[in-house]
């Protein structure tokens, strides 16, 4: 069964940094992309970023480049998220979910059950 | 980016009742829309890729349609259990863009 465990959300000062981590089991985990998407209370969905498969290529929405890394530890079937200068605007549950790639277009199969980051102070 | 504008915003619907929702991108994404159904305080469920692939295990009451710039989904016959939100997702350029989403809830 594939699963996804997201952990390190909190409450955290604006302008500070927390890092999120995300435990996968049930599947070969080196063998597929991984992104993280987030949902504001209350709101939609938006993708935040994905790292391909082997950790050699990275992908992130404008709002968040040069203040987030998506980052990859194949051996301990881990992804991660570094977020920096947190700002009130990043306040949403983030979830890891396994990207697929079936052709020329991208789907999120499998989805953790995500975890919250509150910024404020 | 691709924007994805879904239609509509909410709805309810009777048990057995058909149900549509659209969702238009703002160009042609090949086929690469995922749809997903999101209960409260869960994480999203994959219910249909590549416009019209049913993923494994979802209901077959649940397809999906569309290309170019136009989708959508049907619920051919609506359950107590199909409540809740539900999204769409072009995967064809980054960023990945969602749509708003539409709220279903049982008449």
């Known amino acids: 069964e594939v699963q996804l465990v997201e952990s390190g959300g909190g409450l955290v000062q604006p302008g500070r940094s927390m890092k999120l981590s995300c435990a996968a089991s049930?599947?070969?985990?080196?063998?597929?992309?991984m992104a993280w998407v987030c949902q504001a209370p209350k709101k939609g969905l938006e993708w935040v970023a994905t790292i391909s498969y082997d950790g050699s290529s990275t992908y992130y929405r404008d709002s968040v480049k040069g203040r987030f890394t998506i980052s990859r530890d194949n051996a301990k079937s881990t992804l991660y998220l570094q977020m920096d200068s947190l700002r009130s605007e990043d306040t949403a549950t983030y979830y890891c979910?396994?990207?697929?790639?079936?052709?020329?277009?991208?789907?999120?199969?499998?989805w953790g059950q995500g975890v919250m980051v509150t910024v404020s102070s | 980016d691709i924007q994805m504008t879904q239609s509509p915003a909410s709805l309810s619907a009777s048990l057995g009742e058909t149900v549509t929702i659209q969702c238009r991108a703002s160009?042609?994404?090949?086929?690469?829309l995922a749809w997903y159904q999101q209960k409260p305080g869960k994480s999203p469920q994959l219910l249909i890729y590549?416009?019209?692939s049913l993923q494994d295990g979802v209901p077959s009451r649940f397809s999906g349609s569309g290309s170019g710039t136009q989708y959508s989904l049907k619920i051919s016959s609506m359950q107590t259990e199909d409540e809740g939100v539900y999204f769409c997702?072009?995967?064809?350029?980054?960023?990945?863009?969602f749509g708003s989403g539409t709220k279903l809830e049982i008449k």
């Open positions: 590549g416009a019209s």
């Open positions: 160009e042609d994404i090949y086929s690469g």
């Open positions: 997702q072009q995967g064809l350029k980054y960023p990945f863009t």
């Open positions: 979910a396994r990207e697929r790639y079936p052709g020329i277009t991208s789907h999120f199969d499998y």
């Open positions: 049930g599947f070969t985990f080196n063998n597929y992309d």
